[in-house]
């Protein structure tokens, strides 16, 4: 079953200058999905219109039978249950003034969805690996890698079908990184998962597809495995060639 599906996707901030051409693709449901480019692809652009935060100048994104309209009200509540984001900066993206317990219930109270919420807090801390005591802590008690779990547990609270991250494990340290990847790895198994990064060794690691953006096109697209094994677009094979060792 197809769970976000692109086709033709054109968006640009201004009528000057275009910045995603033509952009399609699909995301199955379950998947893994990896957008790949470096700075300035679009990357961070087609993930603002895959959370109706900005709508395609012209094309479409469906979810499911459903066309992605902003302006939909019913449309976006269903669609905001259903599909979470994770941003890069673990710092920034946790409000420093509230406990751990009230950041991640924060989607429960804003999709208002019922039920005992300290129980739900407490299932996602458990999922990310956090202690049960950190409810009760602020976020500049931990340290990164810790805060981005706490971010994980917020977007995994009230149970979406979709993961969206955008550069979840860019600001991390390397060993912190691997275990934060781990965790996603762990986390895809019961969800779908598009993870944008500049970094194709870390998608190379956690993603069963991938998405290869230069300058707002698709340039390649495709299982991670044939795309490593025999890259088809010369910017795929320089972005390969400029990992320092392949990962296992
Ligand atoms: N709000 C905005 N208004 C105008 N232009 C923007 C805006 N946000 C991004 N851009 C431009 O769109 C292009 C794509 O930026 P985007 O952030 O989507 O790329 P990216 O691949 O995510 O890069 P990075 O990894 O550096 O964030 C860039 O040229 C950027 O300057």
Request: with cysteine; hydrophobic share 45%.
């Amino acid at each position: 079953m197809v769970m976000l599906d692109l086709q033709n996707v054109n968006f640009g901030y201004s009528r000057h200058r275009k910045i995603l051409s033509d952009v399609s693709f699909s995301v199955r449901a379950g998947a893994s999905v990896g957008l790949v480019g470096e700075s300035g692809s679009g990357k961070t652009t087609l993930l603002r219109l895959l959370l109706g935060l900005e709508r395609p100048t012209s094309g479409t994104i469906r979810f499911g039978d459903d066309a992605l309209d902003p302006a939909d009200g019913a449309f976006m509540r269903r669609y905001r249950r259903a599909v979470q984001p994770v941003f890069q900066d673990p710092y920034s993206s946790l409000d420093p003034r509230q406990k751990v317990l009230d950041i991640i219930a924060e989607p429960l109270q804003s999709l208002r969805i019922a039920g005992p919420r300290k129980d739900a807090v407490a299932q996602a801390l458990e999922a990310v690996g956090l202690p049960l005591d950190a409810m009760q802590r602020y976020p500049h008690e931990f340290s990164g890698g810790q805060r981005q779990r706490i971010a994980i547990a917020r977007a995994i609270v009230a149970r979406p079908q979709i993961i969206l991250a955008d550069e979840a494990v860019s600001a991390l340290d390397l060993s912190t990184r691997i275990r934060i990847v781990e965790l996603f790895k762990t986390l895809s198994a019961t969800l779908t998962l598009v993870f944008v990064s500049h970094d194709l060794g870390v998608v190379a690691s956690l993603c069963e597809e991938m998405v290869i953006l230069e300058k707002g096109q698709v340039v390649e697209s495709g299982k991670t495995r044939d795309i490593l094994t025999a890259p088809q677009h010369p910017y795929t094979q320089r972005l390969l060639a400029s990992i320092p060792r392949m990962p296992a």
